[in-house]
């Protein structure tokens, strides 16, 4: 595989206005090839959508899912630029998915990274510090092993992170984005809330034998 430069990829970036780590990844998966990284990312939509990620959305759909049985069920609000947009067939079934995903997603508690509060990573940090088996490390070691950790549990808590239910290959961030493309508009997850039934409730534990006794009169 090719050495990817910071400046190759900053080229890259000032050509397509892709992220710097999509345009990295493009990089990498074509060996360096300049060309076909930007034929990577039109091809991902990632160009475009990147260039519309600026823009105002605030038209767009709030949509629910209830898993088979009522069990689990989740109300989420996906923004776009325009309500032509949001009537469009490809945008109502992205909102669907994207609830689905939700719900197959017990661990993500925000939307992005960025949403979640410098306290938690903080405290975080604190605890993985403390961990055993990072006592014998150097500190400069430590700190790597650290902040790959954080970084680890910060994704498993982001919607966008997750890997797509439909497609493993692709994450939600990279679906949004593909979206973006086809559809030609800035798309924004804006929030969600997942609903588990009995979630919160302490339930009382009862001995079975000790009910059948009570109500017959006998003892267990």
Known sequence: MADISAKVVKELREKTGAGMMDCKKALKENDGDMAKAMEWLRQKGIASADKKAGRVAAEGLVDSYIHTGGRIGVLVEVNCETDFVARREEFQSLVRNIAMQIAACPNVEYVSVEDIPAEFAENEKKIEMGREDLANKPE????????????????ELSLLDQPYIKDQNITVAELIKQTIAQLGENIKIRRFVRFVLGEGIEKEE???????????????
């Open 206 to 220: 009862s001995n079975f034998a000790d009910e059948v006794a009570a109500q017959t009169g006998g003892k267990a």
């Open 140 to 155: 400069n070691i430590r700190e790597k092993i650290v902040v790959g950790r954080i970084e680890k549990r910060l994704k």
